[in-house]
């Protein structure tokens, strides 16, 4: 089990269900939601300063308002390189675009692009994949 994830999505919905679906696959011990990348990025400056334990894993979403996902990973990237390695993302959309495929494999960072409805059997292949790595 990890330790810790953090789900970034606008929509409450979405986020309710994917806690639900990785409790019920034991996938982390803590399940950190944010419904806005700013107040993401806000978590990861204090998480820095205060040497918090870090997410094993970020899922998230690329389509919401004031910030979205591409522009969330490029300020991350740019004010955390560090932990921008370390720390891989998973984008978690409802888009099929293949621009937006594309757009993903543009960043190092991103694991896997992950089409909406999220499946309990993909959530045990992440979590085995995590574990193990």
């Known amino acids: 089990m990890l330790n810790k994830i953090l789900v970034i999505d606008e929509d409450v ?39 918090e334990d870090l997410p094993a894993a970020i899922f998230l979403d690329i389509k919401m308002p004031i910030m ?11 004010l955390f390189p560090a932990l921008a390695k370390q720390i891989p993302v998973y984008i978690l959309s409802s888009s099929d675009n293949e621009n937006d495929f594309q ?3 543009s960043f190092g960072n991103i694991k896997k692009y992950i089409v ?16 193990e790595a």
């Open 68 to 78: 979205n996902g591409w522009e969330f990973l490029q300020e991350f990237n740019k």
């Open 116 to 131: 909406k409805p999220l499946s309990i059997k993909m959530l045990k292949e992440l979590k085995l994949q995590l574990t």
């Open 13 to 51: 919905t979405s986020n309710l269900i994917f806690s639900k679906l990785a409790n019920s696959v034991k996938f982390a011990k803590e399940i950190t939601t944010y419904i806005s990348a700013l107040d993401a990025l806000e978590y990861f400056k204090d998480a820095v300063k205060t040497q």
């Open 103 to 105: 757009k993903a494999r």
